[in-house]
């Protein structure tokens, strides 16, 4: 049986954006597959369903450890007000998850 790691990204949304008014920051949330670095499950702190659905879309079997593709697939696809907090989020949380121990 495959275990998995949960972590999340975190990073400051646009001031005039509603994830801030709601949450604060922007969030998001990965499951992902400690033996193959693969995205099992995601969310994040998007107000709205369809934003969330469509996040997940993005990531959902993608490697966390190719931060270049994923950057990539946001810029080209991902065109609400929050894109950059999303990258830097998403970025923070490849980070962590770099820096864990079974990672490697």
């Known amino acids: 049986m495959?275990?998995?790691i949960y972590l999340t990204g975190?990073?400051?949304a646009p001031s005039n954006n509603p994830i801030m008014a709601q949450y604060g920051l922007f969030y998001i949330a990965f499951e992902?597959?400690?033996d193959t670095h693969r995205v099992?499950?995601?969310d994040c702190s998007a107000t709205l369903a369809?934003?969330?659905k469509f996040i997940r879309s993005l990531f959902i079997d993608a490697d966390i450890t190719d931060t270049g593709r994923l950057?990539?697939?946001i810029t080209a696809r991902y065109h609400g007000s929050s894109q950059k907090?999303?990258?830097v989020a998403v970025n923070n949380a490849a980070k962590k998850y770099?820096?864990?121990p079974t990672s490697s």
């Open 10 to 12: 975190e990073a400051k």
């Open 98 to 100: 770099h820096e864990l």
């Open 40 to 42: 099992l499950d995601v």
């Open 50 to 52: 369809l934003t969330r």
């Open 32 to 34: 992902i597959e400690a």
């Open 85 to 87: 907090a999303l990258i």
């Open 2 to 4: 495959t275990s998995s």
């Open 71 to 73: 950057t990539e697939s």
